[in-house]
Nanobody, 118 residues
Framework: QVQLVESGGGLVQPGGSLRLSCAVS????????MGWYRQAPGKQRELVAS???????NYADSVKGRFTLSRDNAKNTVALQMNSLKPEDTAVYYC????????????WGQGTQVTVSS
């Protein structure tokens, strides 16, 4: 059973920073890709940033230049550094891992709330 546990969410003022972390129960190299998604109230879940097993990263246009995804192979964690936060970044942020075995198999964390408000 794969477990993904997010942490680091909270309330921050516009322009502030937060760092989210996703702890994985097994080696992050056992997944085809990992990523961060978010879902705001009344909206669909959307990709924020992702990283493939080979290290290629992809960012949503709305977060390019502000968010940085990184991974710590030794600790089996994937982090999302979020700078210059805006109210529109408010959402529940989820960590996702894609199975190497099947493209149809994905694993999700429980989510962590990020609220950007003054």
């Amino acid at each position: 059973q794969v477990q993904l546990v997010e942490s680091g969410g909270g309330l921050v003022q516009p322009g502030g920073s937060l760092r989210l972390s996703c702890a994985v129960s097994r080696s992050i190299f056992s997944f085809r890709a990992m990523g961060w998604y978010r879902q705001a109230p009344g909206k669909q879940r959307e990709l924020v940033a992702s990283i493939t097993k080979s290290g290629a990263t992809n960012y949503a246009d709305s977060v390019k230049g502000r968010f940085t995804l990184s991974r710590d192979n030794a600790k089996n964690t994937v982090a999302l550094q979020m700078n210059s936060l805006k109210p529109e970044d408010t959402a529940v942020y989820y960590c996702k891992a894609d199975s190497l075995v099947s493209t149809a198999v994905t694993f999700w964390g429980q989510g962590t709330q990020v609220t950007v408000s003054s």
